[in-house]
């Protein structure tokens, strides 16, 4: 991994220098993983309405996999800081935030910025994380809990005693969507390759191989009526296969295309293409639903959408504190080591989410 200095700036002496700056981890471009920079810049004092968290873990997820190949539907410009969620200590906050918030432990969604050791986010997006819980840990619940919780309860609303279909049970969302089924006494039939079958049974799921030729088969053979709804993160020609498998009343939830992740062309035209064809799907007069899961849906009623990120995170991590829900915590690694992390999380070899722990100084 490339590494950039920035130096203090002003006349400060060296340590109080060090506490006013923060490292980042920048994606510089269409780059291999191990291209990431490692810099230094000033820590600005918060604006208001804005804390300051000591990063203790951030993750590598899907997102910035697609970021670094410039291929992410909502693509920011290079340079830029990735880091989609995070997991820190307040340290500070700017005017209009309660002190109290201080030394306390939040989880927060970011999209980008997250891989840094200090982060400034706006005060009203962080979510409390109970006392005792592993950092490391509740990372791999903050998007992934939030997008499987939402999809299964919110979206699907699939009831007890009904059959599921999750596509990459092995994966981050994957593996926290299968416990959380089996929590609500959903049966859960998961698609792996065979080195993760046993772990997919250890979540309480069946394990299919999708290469084993005709899934349908497979699914039918399980649930001759067809399942209550199928999770399908991959996108592509399979999607047919997933909305064939639906009973009727069930519900295919679409939410990404990770088939075409290493396709060249446009970031856009494989989502556009998905998004016509549930369109299609949505209207046939054959009693099934679709829809593509989009975590920021409703970002515009700032208060709705925040309020609504607390209580389905919050049960979340009540989950996590009880025992009812175990993180996949892949690997730990050190901020500075996010090339290394991101080549693991890429290479097809692990379960759950590969996780970057940030370290005292920030």
Same mark, same amino acid.
């Given at each position: ?32 993983? =191990? /291209? ?35 291929? *992410? ?8 800081? $990735?880091?989609?969620?995070?997991? /820190?200590? #307040? ?33 009203? =997006? ?16 903050? #998007? ?21 279909? #999750?596509?990459?049970?092995? /994966?981050? #969302? ?5 416990? @959380? ?26 394990? @299919?191989? *999708? ?12 649930? $001759?009526?067809?399942?209550? !709804? ?38 856009? @035209? ?7 064809? @549930? ?5 046939? $007069? ?44 892949? !690997? ?15 290479? /097809?070899? %692990?379960?759950?989410?590969? %996780? ?7």
């Amino acid at each position: 991994m490339d590494t950039a200095h920035t130096p203090p700036s002003g006349s400060a002496d060296h340590g109080a220098a060090h506490d006013r700056e923060t490292v980042e981890i920048v994606l510089p471009g269409k780059v291999e993983p =191990d /291209g990431l920079q490692i810099t230094r810049r000033p820590l600005p004092p918060p604006e208001e309405g804005r804390a300051v968290l000591r990063v203790e873990a951030t993750g590598v997820s899907f997102a910035e996999q697609q970021m670094r190949r410039g291929k *992410y539907f909502d693509q920011p410009p290079f340079p830029f800081v $990735p880091g989609y969620d995070l997991i /820190g200590t #307040v340290t500070e906050v700017g005017p209009g935030v309660s002190p109290e918030t201080v030394g306390r432990r939040y989880a927060a969604v970011t999209k980008t910025g997250a891989w840094a050791g200090r982060v400034a986010v706006p005060a009203g =997006d962080l979510v409390p994380v109970p006392d005792g819980v592993d950092p490391a840990e509740a990372e791999t619940l903050v #998007v992934n809990g939030l997008t499987a919780w939402q999809m299964l309860h919110r979206v699907a609303r699939v009831r007890r005693g009904a059959t599921v279909l #999750v596509h990459g049970a092995n /994966g981050g #969302v994957g593996s926290t969507l299968a416990q @959380l089924a089996r929590h609500a006494g959903i049966r859960v039939v998961g698609t792996a390759s065979p080195r993760h079958h046993d772990a997919v049974r250890a979540l309480g799921a069946i394990p @299919l191989d *999708y290469r084993a030729g005709d899934l349908a088969a497979q699914v039918r053979a399980l649930a $001759p009526a067809g399942v209550a !709804a199928v999770f399908d993160h991959v996108g592509g020609p399979g999607i047919t296969d997933s909305f064939r498998v639906l009973a009727r009343g069930g519900t295919l939830v679409s939410y990404g295309t990770a088939s075409t992740r290493d396709v060249a062309g446009s970031s856009h @035209l494989p989502v556009l293409r998905l998004l016509l064809r @549930l369109a299609v799907w949505r209207v046939l $007069p054959n009693g099934r639903r679709t829809h593509f899961y989009n975590l920021w849906a409703g970002r515009r009623n700032a208060r709705r959408f925040r309020a609504r990120m607390r209580r389905d995170l919050g049960t979340v991590f009540g989950l996590l504190a009880d025992g009812g829900l175990r993180a996949q915590v892949a !690997a730990r690694l050190p901020l500075t080591e996010a090339g290394a992390a991101m080549a693991l999380a890429e290479s /097809g070899t %692990v379960i759950g989410k590969v %996780v970057l722990v940030g370290s005292e100084e920030g």
